[in-house]
């Protein structure tokens, strides 16, 4: 089984890029970019989770921050 991160995910997230603590968060939007220009992508309701591994992947959270993929982690 595949295994998403999708809209309405409780997340691990770092702040500052991955090096702050992680704490809880709830993802409120998904868009998938190039990787180069993070203003120009499309909108997803869910994504495969071995994407999220760099910048293509950005999400919003519910906490105010928005993070690069491999800043967030599933919640176990």
Known sequence: ???????????????????EPPTIAIVESITLTDGINAYIGDSYYAVEWTICNDRRVIVDLNNGHWAYGYQVRPLQ
């Open 1 to 19: 089984m595949i295994e998403m991160l999708q809209i309405g995910d409780e997340v691990m997230w770092s702040g500052a890029w991955g090096s």
